[in-house]
């Protein structure tokens, strides 16, 4: 986000400064994975966040435009291992952030994955490269079509529900750690 853009963004909501008091809403301190490649748009000190609830402990916003997916922020390797598996229902509006050190070439599977799901993969200047549907309780691998270093996973239909295509440019606050 240019500071341009930060600035008129803040300062569109100074005349509601009055109502934070009563109707706090914000996020926490914010992860931040590597970005190589140039600045990405995650979480910067005095960002306005969606209105709605505060970002809790392995949580993330993503946000297309006007509308955001609320994830749980899988970091490690036995977090990505285990995704959404075993789930019978992932909400509208509601998925998982895969986040890694690097940008490669990534692979899922849907083993024991029990919901259908878009998969929008994402480089580090959070650029949606690749989106995928996948269908549940299969084997198949599905690989990336260039090297991804994000990976969001949505019920499926939600990204064109959106229009979320490729070439779209996320925004991600990451909750506390």
């Known amino acids: 986000m240019t500071a341009t853009r930060r600035a008129r963004r803040t300062s569109s909501i100074l005349p509601f400064l009055p109502f934070a008091v ?21 979480q910067q000190p005095g960002m306005v966040a969606p209105a709605g609830p505060r970002l809790t402990h392995g949580k993330a916003w ?38 890694f050190e690097d940008e490669q ?8 994955t029990y919901v259908a799901l878009d998969v929008a993969f994402l480089n580090a200047n959070l650029t949606v490269l690749d989106i995928q549907q996948l269908e549940s309780e299969t084997t198949t691998l599905h690989d990336s079509a260039a090297p991804a270093m994000l990976v969001l996973e949505v019920p499926k239909g939600w990204l064109a529900a959106h229009q979320v295509r490729v070439g779209a440019r996320a925004e991600i606050i990451f909750g506390p750690r």
């Open 105 to 112: 070439i990534r692979t899922l599977w849907m083993s024991n």
């Open 62 to 99: 993503v946000i297309f435009g006007t509308d955001t997916v609320v994830a749980e922020v899988a970091r490690t390797n036995a977090e990505r291992e285990k995704g959404l598996m075993n789930r019978t229902e992932v909400p509208d509006g509601t998925g998982m952030l895969f986040v």
């Open 22 to 42: 009563l109707f706090p809403s914000g996020c926490g301190a914010g992860g931040d994975p590597p970005s190589p490649g140039g600045p990405a748009p995650i």
